[in-house]
């Protein structure tokens, strides 16, 4: 007769891990709310995962924009504008307007409405005005990230 040990070894559940996900939202889904994912995906992947939509999508991402992120590495030349839908927004842990856009609030969904002064109205143009909101998005992020379980639980 064999003996059996006293305790069995505690058996684990494997759960696949799954990040919570950020919906951000714009009216054309070229800019603001294309950088706001991109940021994420460069510097918060393992907090959340970022999607973006637009109220009425352009036909392409705007290269200056682009061209910002560009240079600190994070991609958003090669997405595509996508229209938004119920169904993104409910699937979604929380969602996120950026800039002055409409977003239809829908019952039950956790929103979150970042109020972006266009650095436009300081005077920065070109570049400059490119790259200053592209820093002003990539605090919001990560503050959010920061924040995350406090904010949009």
Not at 132 to 139: C, N, Y
Request: proline share 5%; aromatic share 4%.
């Amino acid at each position: 007769m064999g003996s059996r040990p006293a305790t069995q070894p505690r058996r684990l559940a494997t759960m696949a891990h799954t990040h919570p996900t950020v919906l951000f939202v714009c009216n054309t889904n070229g800019g603001k709310s294309q950088m706001a994912a991109a940021l994420a995906t460069l510097d918060v992947p393992h907090v959340f995962t970022a999607i973006s939509a637009g109220l009425t999508p352009a036909d392409t991402v705007n290269g200056q924009a682009a061209a910002s992120l560009a240079k600190i590495g994070a991609d958003m030349a090669s997405k595509t504008p996508t229209q938004l839908t119920d169904d993104m927004q409910r699937s979604a842990d929380v969602v996120v307007t950026v800039g002055d856009a409409a977003t239809p609030e829908l019952e039950g969904v956790k929103y979150v409405r970042w109020n972006i002064i266009d650095p436009s109205v300081f005077g920065a143009k070109g570049d400059a005005r490119m790259d200053k909101l592209r820093d002003d998005l990539r605090e919001r992020v990560n503050d959010l990230a920061g924040e995350f379980g406090t904010c949009c639980s």
